[in-house]
């Protein structure tokens, strides 16, 4: 893996690869996915059927055969080892309370002449969460995609996953049973995502998409998107580690081994001002590589998308780490909430040395759904407001208008809106 000193010659060079990382190539896949697209809107559940049937290998017959029973969820709940049932129960507890700290609020505010302001916090009627499914199906996206749609009030959930060979994933269905979802449809990919945004026969239409996919889900939420809302557009995961001389660099190499497992795309990095930490965390990643199931995967990953960065300071690392803007970033240091006041771009911090961010992928409460490639600049994890909306309240008394109404008919005068202006002088005692 790259490992380079930031005072080295050819550091800037390096250090923008690293920045972009995120780019995926959707431009190349864009005809394709525009073309499912337009065949969903034109020929509905046919043209779910024929994708199906392509890229799945099974052909559903009718659109009533997308839809799993809630008899099968069931049963795959009741049939899970009781020490993994209970797993699932502790982190469908912990995510939940820690949404339900977020839900916002209406409020109002009257003024002394009777205007009143305020403000209307909604659900959404209807959200579509799109979970990956198969062999590589993750019941924690599940999770993570349905409770805080739960807490926002949605009434109206519909989850679609793809299943290859129609096989869906037994965990997945246990997990579905366990979040009370009824409406899971066994498609996916970009046709999933417009069927979801523009509604066919079997499967509503929603107004929101949110949860992770490749490029293809990818690059189709951003073509639905002014139809539907959608939560973010998500790359390849990554992780971002600021470590000194107290971290263990065999918990630290583990850590940034934890992405690099996800897939070839993935991105970790290290930044450290100690030389020493770095060379021990080299090594003992070239460890712990021959130990995981998925090495050629993480190896990939390691030696194309990795790097250790020694800077001259901490300083400097956060500097650096800001730039990147991680999706996970770990703060393995001596005071780590010493740093944190430092740090402004990341999805999610995981503070001290006894917080790996795979705790956070499943119990620790907060979403993993997070942004990637260096979109923390700007986007939040996933919660409960991507799955609400606001209006604004605006009242006011004859009083009120009489006060301010003459500054708005200046304005709108000004403007050239004679409507707008006799609209508001029309009201005026005077």
Request: charged letters at 20%; a negative charge.
């Amino acid at each position: 893996m790259t490992l380079i000193h930031s005072n080295e010659p050819n550091f800037k060079s390096v250090f923008s690869e690293l920045l972009g990382r995120g780019k995926m190539d959707m431009e190349h896949v864009s005809t394709i996915v525009k073309g499912l697209i337009d065949e969903i809107r034109a020929d509905d559940d046919a043209a779910l059927i024929r994708h199906i049937e392509k890229f799945d290998r099974w052909n559903p017959s009718s659109g009533a055969k997308l839809r799993i029973d809630t008899a099968d969820m069931k049963r795959a709940y009741d049939a899970l080892e009781p020490t993994l049932k209970a797993s699932l129960h502790l982190a469908y507890d912990r995510i939940r309370v820690y949404h339900e700290k977020q839900l916002p609020k209406s409020w109002f505010d009257t003024e002394a002449n009777g205007t009143i302001l305020g403000q209307k916090v909604t659900p959404v009627d209807r959200a579509g969460l799109y979970i990956p499914g198969g062999k590589a199906a993750y019941p924690s996206s599940l999770l993570m995609n349905v409770i805080p749609a739960q807490v926002a009030g949605v009434e109206h959930i519909v989850v679609t996953t793809p299943t290859p060979d129609n096989e869906p994933n037994e965990l997945l269905l246990a997990a579905c049973h366990l979040c009370g979802v009824s409406e899971v449809f066994k498609v996916g990919g970009a046709s999933a995502i417009a069927a979801m945004a523009y509604g066919t026969a079997t499967i509503p239409k929603v107004d929101v998409i949110t949860g992770p996919g490749n490029i293809f889900v990818a690059t189709a939420k951003k073509m639905v998107f002014g139809e539907v809302n959608i939560d973010m557009i998500a790359g390849p995961s990554e992780i971002g580690v600021l470590a000194d001389d107290s971290a263990n660099p065999v918990h630290i190499a583990i850590d940034l081994l934890s992405q690099a497992e996800h897939d070839e795309m993935a991105s970790s990095i290290l930044i450290t001002p100690s030389q020493k930490f770095a060379d021990a965390c080299a090594v003992e990643i070239e460890v712990w590589l021959k130990k995981l199931p998925r090495e050629v995967i993480a190896r990939r990953s390691i030696e194309e998308r990795a790097a250790i960065i020694v800077t001259n300071t901490m300083e400097e690392a956060v500097a650096l780490m800001n730039e990147i803007a991680p999706e996970h970033l770990e703060v393995a240091t001596d005071n780590p909430f010493a740093l944190l006041p430092s740090i402004k771009h990341a999805g999610a911090i995981f503070l001290g040395h006894y917080t790996p961010e795979a705790i956070g992928d499943y119990v620790a409460g907060p979403n993993h759904t997070l942004p990637t490639g260096g979109t923390a600049r700007f986007y939040s994890p996933l919660g409960v407001e991507n799955f609400m909306k606001k209006s604004s309240i605006i009242s006011f008394s004859r009083q009120a208008i009489n006060e301010i109404g003459e500054a708005c008919a200046l304005i709108a005068h000004t403007e050239g809106l004679g409507a707008h202006e006799a609209s508001v002088r029309c009201r005026l005692d005077k």
